[in-house]
């Protein structure tokens, strides 16, 4: 699919720091706030975020802290809820009224924390891919999925963060370079994996805290708080599908939509009219 939707930038001063965000669609009606998955920024949402403005809808997507070109919180260890007071403090500087929402991945959980905290604010949430991990794998994707990079004279963190990108399209989890690891769709074409490099090497020292965050956070626990009303969403394509339907049953009342895969043409077209036709809906 292509879109003519223009992807404009700024920064939003949130008093602490700067919080980098990607915006598109007309300035009219209720806008989409769009928390992206991690590694990387809101650079990987651009896809649909065009689709969306092509369907008339205003999207803006902040980087979460510590990623792409977003000043990182102090903490050393920031937590989900502390990642979603500070995209939460953005919105605030950017928008005056009410919001819906789209997370996926790390971004899901940030957009479920800031949908239970702040109702009076978000009209509908959308849940794009969830891990619950728990027991053995959970401390595994601790201890191994989200380490630390450090730059080095001879710049071999640049082909460890190229492998990094790159084998999460092809092996889940990454480092499980076996068949039965391997993911269905294949790698993305060049462009997008420079780009998604790119964006991780900006936050090459910080990337890995929002990553951790998102494992740690207890998603079982906190799902069935969301009184909004919620879409959960998931591509076949996605390392996290098996967990698509207890994500769904967990908030109360939540509706669910199969998406194509990733590599499908179409899919961020379907997508966008799947998440379009839900935010229509009457609340």
């Known amino acids: 699919m292509t879109t003519t ?7 939003a001063d949130t008093g602490d720091r700067q919080i980098h965000y990607r915006m598109s669609g007309p300035d009219d009606g209720v806008p989409l706030v769009a928390i992206h998955q991690s590694p990387g920024s809101s650079k990987q949402l651009e896809g ?11 999207v803006i997507a902040p980087d979460t802290p510590g990623n792409g070109d ?15 007071a500070a995209a939460m403090a953005a919105v605030d500087s950017l928008l005056p009224g009410p919001f819906d929402l789209y997370g996926s991945h790390t971004g899901a959980s940030i957009a479920m924390e800031i949908a239970i905290a702040r109702p009076d604010r978000v009209r509908r949430i959308v849940i794009d891919g969830m891990g619950l991990y728990s027991g053995g ?7 191994r999925y989200a380490r630390e990079i450090a730059p080095d004279s001879e710049a071999t963190h640049l082909m460890k963060v190229w492998h990094f990108c790159r084998d999460q399209h092809l092996f889940w989890p990454y480092y499980n370079r076996t068949a039965a690891g391997r993911l269905p769709d294949g790698l993305p074409d060049d462009d997008y994996m420079h780009d998604f490099t790119v964006e991780v090497l900006k ?3 910080t990337y ?14 906190r799902l069935p708080l969301i009184a909004r009303p919620a879409l959960v969403v998931c591509s076949t394509s996605d390392m ?8 769904a049953d967990l908030i109360p009342g939540a509706a669910r939509a199969e998406l194509r895969a990733w590599s499908d043409p179409e899919h961020h077209a379907h997508m966008a ?11």
Do not use: C, W
């Open 5 to 11: 939707a223009r992807i404009r930038r700024g920064f």
């Open 48 to 58: 649909l975020m065009g689709a969306l403005a092509d369907l008339g809808r205003r």
């Open 70 to 84: 977003s000043e990182p919180l102090e903490k050393a260890q920031p937590e989900i809820p502390d990642l979603a």
């Open 137 to 143: 794998l959970q401390n595994e994707v601790l201890d």
């Open 203 to 205: 936050a090459l020292r």
């Open 208 to 221: 890995h805290l929002s990553y951790r965050a998102a494992f740690r956070h207890p998603k079982r626990e």
């Open 240 to 247: 996290l599908y098996d967990y698509f339907g207890e994500v």
């Open 273 to 283: 009219d799947v998440i379009d036709s839900f935010l229509k809906e009457t609340a």
